[in-house]
């Protein structure tokens, strides 16, 4: 399966319009939502859920009162203070490390499943879609990303379908390695400023780590030409291959909010700019 991965160093640099874009253009392709976190990429793609299901990613201790003898061992050794003074265990305070457990010399706590997100594969006007939104709090990101990405392959197969057009989420975290793990290439989403620079030299990073063919293109790129040319220089230095620079274009915020990209609309800067920046990653990777 060839997979695309649209990746940023931080959030609103417009990886995920970018992402929609490439959803709206490609054809027999599987849509994968990676950034579990803050999940969006269903926004432009109305989507009808086929199957969902609980996401079991942490583990969270309980105490058997029949068989506590409340001499408080589990409450010394808990560095989260999840246990209180009557031995009550706070479940949003617990870490599901299992100290307390091997602490207990009655064996009355015992370490559970804890229910840590939710994932759907939905069909959707552009195509299947498998995406995923971790509970608020929770910190397994990166294992949320690999159950999306298992489910993604098994739906490609059962479908006959090869391509994968992912939308990943920003920075350099666990979601994002485990997000990058396996993929064909990446298209790191960039913007002119200061910190859109120093944040894509982090996340390109992590993508040369990997080995992975990185991309790169500069949304918004006439808010600062100076800047937007310094991008445009160090990824050059480098033999990163720049696609495009999309123009600030209010239609983008516009598409969004009816719910379709903004190269559903046909005209428009941002559009054109997008429809050329796809056709050179066709040209330089395939479709």
């Known amino acids: 399966m060839r997979s695309v991965l649209f990746l940023s160093g931080k959030g609103g640099t417009g990886k995920t319009s970018l992402a929609g874009a490439f959803a709206a253009l490609s054809h027999e392709k599987l849509l994968v939502d990676c950034d579990v976190d803050a999940a969006n990429l269903h926004l432009f793609l109305q989507p009808t859920a ?11 201790a309980f105490r058997d009162e029949a068989s506590c003898t409340r001499c408080g061992a589990c409450r010394k050794v808990c560095r989260f203070h999840a246990i209180g003074e009557d031995l009550a265990i706070d479940s949003y ?19 559970l499943p804890r229910v840590s997100g939710r994932w759907m594969i939905a069909d959707t006007r552009l195509g299947p879609l498998v995406t995923a939104e971790l509970t608020p709090g929770e910190e397994t990101s990166g294992k949320l990303v690999m ?8 739906l490609g197969g059962e479908r006959g379908i090869d391509r994968e057009v992912i939308d990943g989420a920003p920075g350099i975290g666990c979601p994002v390695i485990a997000s990058v793990t396996g993929v064909d290439a990446v298209i790191l989403v960039t913007e002119p400023s200061l910190s859109g620079l120093h944040d894509l030299k982090r996340a390109l990073g992590v993508v040369n780590h990997f080995g992975i063919p990185p991309f790169v ?8 030409e100076q800047l937007a040319g310094e991008i445009a220089a160090f990824v050059a230095e480098r033999d990163v291959p720049l696609l495009g620079k999309i123009p600030f ?7 969004m909010l009816e719910g379709r990209s903004v190269v559903e609309d046909g005209e428009g800067p941002a559009c054109e700019a997008m429809r050329a920046i796809y056709r050179r990653f066709v040209e330089a990777f395939g479709a």
Do not use: H, M, W
Not at 50 to 60: A, F, I, R, T
């Open 93 to 111: 305070l617990c870490e599901g490390c299992g100290a307390c457990v091997f602490a207990c010399p009655e064996d009355a706590i015992t370490l």
């Open 249 to 255: 274009d209010p239609r983008v915020t516009a598409s």
């Open 147 to 154: 159950l999306v990405k298992q489910k993604a392959e098994d």
């Open 50 to 60: 086929l199957s969902e299901g609980d996401y079991e990613g942490s583990k969270e």
């Open 217 to 224: 293109v500069i949304n918004k790129a006439d808010l600062s």
